[in-house]
């Protein structure tokens, strides 16, 4: 088997290396000077145009106008073995050091749209920043007829395309002596720093006639400068006039704010990333390309905007259809070389199998069978260990017991010494036979002796029963328990531990104890587990799942020592599990235990109800609301559905607990002993608290009278409310609004 998976590796690697492409793979890097919608349009066209060439990975930088950080970036770019460099440089010289030390490595390096005073770069692809700058100049010559006042707004300081576009545009307003240019503001290519600019010039920006922007974003950013000086925005002088350089297409590109008269001229200025990726493409693959590429341009006015921006629309649209089939035909023939991979798979993988399914097969049937085997061995050991732990803990339980009970007894006691000797003989050997039993049920077991619970489960700190205040005072017996168990002689044990402290009811199975503690709610259970009919486990959880006997404690009384079996118990819903044969007093210790833990739940419950210092809620809220309320999930639902009734009825003089327990589902002994042995009151008294605190709150808070509180709270006499309202609180309710000044 070993040999059979060494082969199948082998092969699929075999056939992996022969599916894999044989295409070249080329990593590009593209370093960007900064980021803006020209630079963003221009990345998206060269994503585009990747999906025209398998095999290009295009890895992207933005120094973001930081000629540090793109040095850096360059670096790191050239570190990551990129095979072509495309770089913006931010500045004319402090990014060259950088480009050249890609160039020396062998890499080749594109430059585009602004320069660098190297010669080290492979090709060179621009508009011509000069021209737009000159024709910039023109067109506001012409548009001013000659005469006028302009500001420019220049790029970012040492970028070759400010420099180009500032000289060109000197140049053409040099031709016309009537233009005057009053200010040349300083920006960086963002629309905030022209705004800043603009806002900090000294002179007076009623002279301008014409803004020029070096780019769109600039234009936009004077404009918004000049919109908030007070003579324009008054508009006691009509704003002069906007133009920039970028015209890109698109919402919120140059020719849109042309078209809708933000700008009055914009000069575009392609981006045309699909040609930058094609030259990049060329020159890796060694074909032939042009080392300068001067890309073609064109002056946007108002009288071509609209033809422009349909055009520009339409491109874009054609350019986002040719994405999607991309996208679409990227997947088929995604599908189509997975298909054929997992095809060649298949066929090398089905004859490996073949041999393999075969001796798989046979190994795993024989497997199975000897784990089947095994497991049933086990199971009949189990249910052999747990029928003879039952059979032998039982007669002895009820040897131990009583001899341990007869210890006690004064006639043993006082009996003379041959009496004497032979009761401790009779004690001794049945101490020494539970021993021996015990012994051998752990030794006829697979699992080891340490998952064998202890026969006595009898923690050290238990005290002799005398000392426990089991029974309750004035000679009451402490509470009612119901005992369930099929042998009758167990049953008369328990009897006599029992019932000198509390009341008993019993029970020979589990359906039979279910039947008597839904009707009678006992205070606590005491059940075997191995019962005919029902047994105790599922007795123990059909009681905890009914609503009316969810909060008595089980204990259960069980031959079943090993700790899966406890488990099994105390997931059944059981509060205590004590194994045979055990100790009268450990048993009185463990029912005096959980009657006294519930008593100080019960006590707790009380405090919380007659907390009435704070009457944002109802008595009845209050333990329903409490997140630690002393009783858990399905208590709190049923003290809810309680309070749900209360409250609907409330205004009812004739509510009676009948009434309550038909809504609830509950006979008036059912619902009297879950609603006591939850809080400690009758469900008479905290009805009559749950009125009285809703008096009491209305009393604050609203403007009824004490007759109309009383009759709103289900009391038919205001004499007796006012009665029960000074019982309950001290004083009467006239007190209280005089209190709280109603």
């Known amino acids: 088997m070993r040999q059979a998976v060494l082969y199948i590796i082998m092969f699929v690697s075999l056939l992996l290396a022969s599916c894999s492409s044989s295409e070249k793979e080329y990593k590009i890097g593209v370093s960007q000077c900064s980021e803006d919608i020209w630079r963003n349009w221009?990345?998206?066209?060269?994503?585009?145009?990747?999906?025209?060439?398998?095999?290009v990975d295009l890895l992207f930088t933005v120094a973001y106008d930081n000629s540090e950080r793109q040095i850096l970036q360059i670096d790191s770019l050239v570190t990551a073995g990129i095979d072509l460099l495309i770089v913006a440089p931010n500045q004319l010289s402090s990014v060259s050091p950088a480009i050249d030390r890609a160039y020396d490595r062998g890499i080749p390096v594109i430059v585009f749209e602004r320069k660098t005073d190297s010669p080290k770069y492979t090709a060179f692809v621009s508009a011509d920043n000069y021209e737009m700058g000159h024709q910039m100049g023109e067109f506001i010559v012409s548009d001013l007829g000659g005469s006028g006042q302009v500001m420019e707004i220049l790029g970012l300081r040492g970028s070759s395309p400010a420099d180009e576009r500032h000289k060109g545009f000197i140049d053409a307003l040099s031709q016309a002596p009537g233009v005057e240019v009053v200010a040349t503001l300083q920006g960086d290519w963002t629309e905030e720093t022209a705004y800043r600019a603009v806002k900090d010039f000294a002179g007076d920006l009623s002279a301008v006639d014409f803004v020029f922007g070096h780019n769109d974003r600039t234009a936009?950013?004077?404009r918004k400068a000049f919109s908030e000086d007070s003579l324009f925005a008054s508009r006691q002088l009509p704003m002069p006039l906007f133009c920039g350089i970028d015209g890109l297409p698109g919402a919120d590109g140059g020719i849109q704010q042309v078209r809708d008269s933000l700008l009055d001229a914009t000069y575009i200025y392609p981006t045309r990333g699909d040609l930058l990726l094609q030259l990049a493409i060329d020159i890796l693959d060694g074909?032939?390309?042009?080392?300068?590429?001067?890309?073609?341009?064109?002056?946007v006015t108002s009288d071509n905007a609209n033809v422009l921006l349909l055009e520009s629309e339409e491109v874009m649209r054609q350019a986002q259809t040719l994405e999607r089939l991309h996208q679409r035909a990227s997947g088929y023939l995604q599908q189509l070389s997975a298909q054929r991979t997992i095809t060649l798979l298949a066929i090398g993988i089905i004859i490996l199998l073949s041999m393999l399914v075969v001796a798989l097969w046979l190994y795993f049937r024989q497997r199975t069978r000897i784990q089947r085997e095994r497991t049933q061995m086990e199971h009949e050991q189990l249910d052999f260990y747990t029928r003879a732990a039952h059979e032998l803990r039982t007669?002895?339980?009820l040897i131990e017991g009583p001899l341990s009970q007869l210890d006690q007894t004064s006639v043993i006691r006082q009996a003379d010494g041959e009496a004497s000797r032979l009761f401790e003989i009779v004690r001794r050997n049945t101490a020494n036979l539970s021993e021996l039993v015990n012994r051998i049920l752990d030794q006829s077991l697979i699992p080891s002796s340490q998952e064998i619970a202890s026969s006595a489960d009898t923690p050290t700190d238990v005290q002799p029963v005398d000392s426990l205040p089991i029974a309750a005072t004035d000679g009451e017996k402490g509470g009612l328990l119901l005992i369930v168990d099929d042998n009758a002689d167990i049953r008369t044990y328990l009897r006599t531990i029992l019932q000198p402290h509390y009341q008993l009811l019993e029970a020979a199975d589990g359906q039979e104890g279910l039947s008597i503690a839904t009707e009678q709610v006992p205070d606590l259970v005491v059940s075997d587990v191995m019962m005919p009919v029902m047994n105790g486990l599922d007795f123990c959880q059909k009681l905890k799942e009914n609503m009316v006997t969810s909060h008595i404690p089980v204990i259960l009384l069980t031959a079943r020592a090993l700790s899966q079996h406890q488990i099994e118990g105390y997931q059944s819903g059981a509060d205590a599990y004590i194994t045979k044969p055990f100790q009268?007093?450990?048993?009185?210790?463990?029912?005096?235990?959980?009657?006294?833990?519930?008593?100080?739940?019960?006590n707790l419950w009380e405090k919380t109800v007659q907390q009435l210092t704070d009457r944002s809620t109802d008595a009845l809220g209050k333990a329903v609301e409490n997140p630690e309320s002393p009783e858990g999930t399905s208590s709190n639902t049923f003290l809810a559905r309680f309070k749900g009734v209360v409250e609907e009825k409330m205004a009812d003089s004739d509510l009676s607990v009948e009434e309550i327990g038909s809504e609830l589902g509950l006979s008036r002994v059912q619902l009297y002993r879950k609603v006591k042995a939850l809080t400690g009151l009758s469900p008479v008294e905290l009805l009559r608290k749950a009125r009285l605190d809703s008096a009491q709150q209305l009393l604050v808070s609203s403007d009824l009278s004490i007759s109309e509180?009383?009759?709103?709270?289900?009391?038919?006499?205001?004499?007796?409310f006012s009665k029960c309202f000074k019982d309950e609180f001290g004083v009467v309710p006239g007190d209280i609004r005089n209190v709280s000044g109603k």
């Open 220 to 222: 936009l950013g004077a």
């Open 584 to 602: 009268a007093d450990l048993l009185l210790a463990r029912i005096y235990n959980l009657l006294k833990s519930r008593k100080v739940l019960k």
């Open 42 to 55: 221009q990345n998206a066209e060269m994503r585009m145009e990747a999906n025209f060439h398998d095999g």
């Open 395 to 397: 007669p002895l339980t």
């Open 287 to 299: 074909k032939p390309f042009e080392k300068e590429t001067q890309l073609k341009s064109a002056l």
């Open 709 to 720: 509180v009383a009759y709103k709270v289900g009391f038919s006499s205001p004499s007796y």
